[in-house]
C-alpha cells in the first residue's frame, strides 16, 4: 500500500529530470577558463539585462587594468607642476591657486632631485600672521614615493590602498624622474573619467552655456561646427576639431589651465589630463580680422 505522504517514485524522477532541465539550460554550457570567457558570459549577462550597462563597461575595464603599465598614464615630467624645497609660503600659494592642485613634488633646483611631497591642506595652520613667520617648508614635506614606469596599474593600485598614499613619482630604468602618477589617475582606468563641476554629462551636447554667460565646449567639437555656432573663421590647419588645433597651435599636449589665443579667441582649458583635452573654456577677445574671413 502507498503512502498518502510519499510521493511516488515516478513523480520525484520527473521532477528532478525538469530541475535538471532547467538548471542546465540556465546555467553556462561551458565553465570560463579564459579571461574571454568571463568577458562573453558578463557581455551576455549585459544583453539579457542582468547587468546594467555602466557595471559591464566598468568590469570590462577591471578585467584589462592589470595590462596597462604606469607609463601609459602618467603625467610626464614636462607637464608636472612642482614647488622648490626653498620656496616661501607666498610663492606655495600662487603655485597652488594657478595650477588647483593639491599635491605637489618638493624638488631641490632640478627635477629629476625630488625631496618630498607638499600637500596643500598643510599650509592652512600658516594663514594668520603669526604662524606665518615660522613657515618652513622641509618641516611639511611628506615622504615621496618612487615607482618604476613598467609596473601594472593594479599593483599600483593596492600599494596606493595599502599605504594610504595618493601620489607617486615614476622613475625610468635608469633612476631619473618620468612622471608622476596619482589614484585618480589608476581610478580612471576604471570607473572613467572623473569629471569636475565643469563638465558637460549630456554626450549629445558639444557646446554649454553656463550661468554668467560662461561657454565650455567639448575637444572633439569639429572645426567647422565651432565656425558655424559661433560666426567664426578658424582655419583647420590639418586639424578637424577644437582639441587638435589647440594641440597643434601650442605644439604639445595642453594641461588645465593653460590657454591660447587663435584668431582673437581665447581659448582656457577646463579639464584635460596627461592623454587628452577635455573641456575648453571660449573667449571672444575681439572681432576677427577681415583677412581671416577670406581664408
Not at 595618493?166 to 572623473?194: K, N, S, Y
Not at 583647420?236 to 588645433?245: A, C, H, P, V
Request: one cysteine or more; aromatic letters at 6%; hydrophobic letters at 40%.
Amino acid at each position: 500500500m502507498n503512502n498518502p505522504d510519499k510521493p511516488p517514485s515516478s513523480f520525484l524522477g520527473t521532477l528532478k529530470t525538469k530541475l535538471s532541465s532547467v538548471l542546465t539550460s540556465w546555467l553556462p554550457t561551458q565553465r570560463a577558463i579564459t579571461r574571454e570567457d568571463v568577458l562573453e558570459n558578463l557581455h551576455q549577462a549585459e544583453q539579457d539585462g542582468i547587468v546594467a550597462r555602466d557595471a559591464y563597461d566598468m568590469m570590462q575595464r577591471v578585467m584589462f587594468v592589470s595590462d596597462i603599465k604606469v607609463r601609459d598614464i602618467m603625467i610626464p615630467r614636462s607637464s608636472m607642476v612642482f614647488v622648490e624645497r626653498d620656496d616661501d609660503l607666498d610663492k606655495c600659494l600662487d603655485i597652488m591657486v594657478e595650477s588647483a592642485h593639491s599635491r605637489f613634488p618638493v624638488v631641490d633646483n632640478e627635477k629629476d632631485q625630488i625631496s618630498g611631497i607638499l600637500l596643500a591642506k598643510d599650509l592652512l595652520r600658516y594663514f594668520d600672521d603669526d604662524n606665518k613667520q615660522r613657515f618652513n617648508l622641509r618641516d611639511l614635506m611628506r615622504p615621496v614615493v618612487f615607482v618604476p614606469e613598467s609596473k601594472r596599474l593594479n599593483v599600483l593600485l593596492a600599494e596606493f590602498r595599502e599605504n594610504r598614499n595618493h601620489m607617486a613619482v615614476v622613475v625610468d630604468e635608469f633612476g631619473a624622474v618620468a612622471g608622476l602618477v596619482t589614484i585618480e589617475d589608476v581610478l580612471e582606468q576604471i570607473v572613467g573619467d572623473i569629471e569636475d563641476e565643469h563638465d558637460i554629462d549630456d554626450d549629445e551636447s558639444m557646446i554649454r552655456e553656463l550661468d554668467g554667460g560662461e561657454i565650455i565646449v567639448k575637444s572633439i567639437l569639429p572645426i567647422d561646427e565651432f565656425n558655424d555656432h559661433f560666426k567664426t573663421y578658424l582655419n583647420e590647419n590639418g586639424s578637424d576639431t577644437i582639441g587638435g588645433l589647440i594641440s597643434q597651435t601650442l605644439g604639445h599636449v595642453p594641461q588645465r589651465d593653460e590657454s591660447v589665443e587663435i584668431d582673437h579667441i581665447k581659448f582656457e582649458i577646463v579639464h584635460a589630463d596627461s592623454r587628452r583635452v577635455h573641456l575648453i573654456r571660449v573667449v571672444k577677445t575681439s572681432e576677427p580680422d577681415s583677412d581671416n574671413k577670406n581664408k
